[in-house]
């Protein structure tokens, strides 16, 4: 399985940007896929999923209203909408794959893309 995330950019806050996944083979109809990141100096953190077959969807607190995460099967690829971006969603964006139920736990993943910088400057 292979993952590649994208889209992400500079943006002022109060902006939005739209990442992509695009994945290798059937992986999204397969597995579920989670959206995590990384901002400087902290743990990386859960943002958002989405199951493999009802296509359930999960939130982070801190970005519940803001962020969409949806996939569409035919192009095989996860999308992360967000919207009213604040400085403090300054991070590397990453994609991953489940295999597994745990979708709020970045050690059940079981496929990692290789990130994709958000900057949201104040």
């Known amino acids: 399985v292979q993952l590649q995330a994208s889209g992400g950019g500079l943006v002022q806050a109060g902006g939005s940007l739209s990442l992509s996944c695009a994945a290798s083979g059937r992986t999204v109809s397969v597995y579920a896929m989670g959206w995590f990141r990384r901002a400087p100096g902290k743990e990386r953190e859960f943002v958002a999923a989405i199951t493999r077959l009802v296509g359930t969807t999960y939130y982070a607190d801190f970005v519940k209203g803001r962020f969409t995460i949806s996939r569409d099967s035919a192009q095989n690829t996860v999308y992360l909408q967000m919207a009213s971006l604040k400085p403090e969603d300054t991070a590397v964006y990453y994609c991953?794959?489940?295999?597994?139920?745990?979708?709020?736990?970045?050690?059940?993943?079981?496929?990692w893309g290789q990130g994709t910088q958000v900057t949201v400057s104040s």
């Open positions: 991953a794959a489940l295999s597994g139920r745990r979708v709020v736990v970045a050690d059940a993943y079981d496929y």
